[in-house]
């Protein structure tokens, strides 16, 4: 099996929830062997009048990596990427963004629901916890069947906020929901991503697990990406060989890069 030195989902100092610059992050990639980068910024979309995130925003990530491509040139391959959480919520604002930038990845994913973010919910029991699931099952299914996104972004990340509650989610549990979303992320030609933060935190596990993605692949997926959700340097490319491995389980036999948003498959052996 090939060593797999890209890693397509994580974050700069211009997403609001991390710290590290891209440089820094860029360095420490070269330092793990790591060829390809994707930083995949948070662009979230919000309901009713939340304000949006401004083209500025976008533009400081493009001034930043432009500095990074010309800085590491001939070191490290960076892919110009964006994490759009909740593009149905406003569909136009996303056409907006993805039409202004030149982008080559785009993951599609949600981190909210009435424009609260997953970790700052209330996991209070077990009633409220499957109300929790219901809804986020529920705006999945409306960015997979509508939004303009290359790959589905850790599709049971509700599991990770619950389990910093003491509470154990499977999704499983919910086929009427989860299978119309698989089988309609194939249909659309779309890829699932294999997130590999959770093997550094409490639920041990990458997101989604193997059954997923086998089921994935049954249902005609043909793409998967591979991201560690890096926020640090030191999680960059972090269990991404594990990915790889775990998608090869699944019935895969490559994984997926892109170039000016269209797919590009690797062999892995």
């Known amino acids: 099996m090939k060593k797999i030195t890209a ?65 590491f ?19 136009e604002w996303e056409k907006t963004i993805i039409d202004l930038f030149p982008f080559d990845f785009i993951i599609g994913s949600v981190h909210k629901m009435d424009n609260v973010d997953m970790g700052k919910m209330a996991f209070a029991d077990e009633a409220q916890t499957k109300r929790i699931i219901q809804q986020n099952l529920e705006y999945l299914w409306e960015l997979v069947d509508t939004c303009d996104f290359d790959s589905l972004g850790h599709v049971d990340l509700v599991k990770r906020y619950a389990a910093n509650h003491g509470i154990k989610v499977d999704l499983a549990e919910y086929p ?3 299978m119309p979303i698989l089988r309609r992320l194939a249909e659309r030609g779309k890829a699932l991503e294999i997130n590999t933060s959770g093997l550094r935190g409490p639920i041990g596990e990458t997101s989604p697990t193997l059954k997923y993605v086998k089921r994935f692949r049954e249902l005609g997926g043909e793409y998967v990406t591979l991201g560690s959700d890096a926020h640090a340097a ?11 491995e775990l998608a090869c389980q699944a019935g895969f036999s490559y994984f997926t890069f892109y170039k000016k948003r269209q797919p590009r498959l690797l062999q892995i052996y």
């Open 7 to 71: 890693d397509y989902h994580l974050h700069s100092d211009v997403s609001p929830d991390c710290k590290t610059p891209m440089e820094e992050s860029c360095e420490a990639a070269i330092q793990k062997g790591l060829t390809e980068l994707t930083f995949t910024e948070h662009m979230e979309m919000f309901s009713g009048n939340f304000k949006r995130y401004p083209v500025s925003y976008m533009q400081q990530y493009f001034g930043n990596l432009a500095r990074c491509r010309e800085k």
């Open 73 to 91: 040139a001939g070191k490290l391959v960076l892919k110009a990427g964006v994490e759009l959480g909740q593009g149905q919520l406003d569909r």
């Open 176 to 178: 009427d929901q989860l």
């Open 234 to 244: 030191e999680d960059l490319g972090e269990g991404i060989q594990q990915a790889m």
